[in-house]
């Protein structure tokens, strides 16, 4: 069941109505849930459901509801399963045939969207990147052919980083959004391009504060942009690797047939 992400006031009526009247509800924190019921003027039983123990939790959750008792699953704010916790109960009380009905209301990857100004008939939801730069930027560079709008979850000890990782990898001119503190009293949208978004951001540090985030519009030349030239990348890997390791090396990044690209590489290997 979703939950507002900072704004109480956008919990919906289905939502409070089944808060109210569940037996139990299972959340990722309850001090956080607490607060919310506090504000609703609800009390209800409350359990501790997160990523840290919720795999125990299943059969005893799964035998709660063969009695008959209805629970409702809540993360700290927004969606469960959508960036949060709930994943293994979920599917863990599918896969024994139980009911699970969801309750919609915000999310905050629809919230930034909807005010962002970029495309959003097509989009792909990347979530939390790694937390190291060398893995992060792998894997932004398996999304530089992506065409759709882009967007990614980031914290405030990231964000900075993050940003630049992206101008480098996608281009300081790609059009870009980001939202900090959605719904709440200093939300904030930065729009423009990577270079002009990381530039508004780092000059004030009060704008590295809270939750953010990041939509990035897809590859608009997807066929041109980020090509591997493999010839030129033969004559750099060929230097330190044997022919074969080499081809290896440009099969899994450009998806070209290893055997041809290991003749090609002792042809390359010929001529220097």
Known sequence: ??????????????????????????????????????????????????????????????????KGQSIALVSDAGTPLISDPGYPLVSGLRERGMKVQPVPGVSAIITALSGAGLPTDRFTFEGFLAHKSGAKRERLETLIQETRTMVFYES???????????AEVFGADRKASVARELTKTFETYYSGNLAEITEEISADHQQQKGEFVVMITGNPEPDSAGAVDSEKLFKLLLKELPPKKAAAVISDLTGENKKELYQRALEIQGKL
């Open 156 to 166: 405030k000890h990231r964000i900075l980083d993050t940003l630049k990782v992206m």
């Open 1 to 66: 069941m979703a939950t507002p992400i900072g704004n109480l006031n956008d919990i919906t009526e289905r939502a409070k109505t089944t808060l109210t009247e569940v037996d139990m509800i299972a959340c990722e924190d309850t001090r956080h849930t607490g607060k919310l019921l506090h504000h609703l003027g609800i009390q209800n039983k409350l359990i501790a459901v997160h990523d840290h123990n919720e795999r125990d939790k299943i059969d005893w959750i799964a035998s709660c509801l063969e």
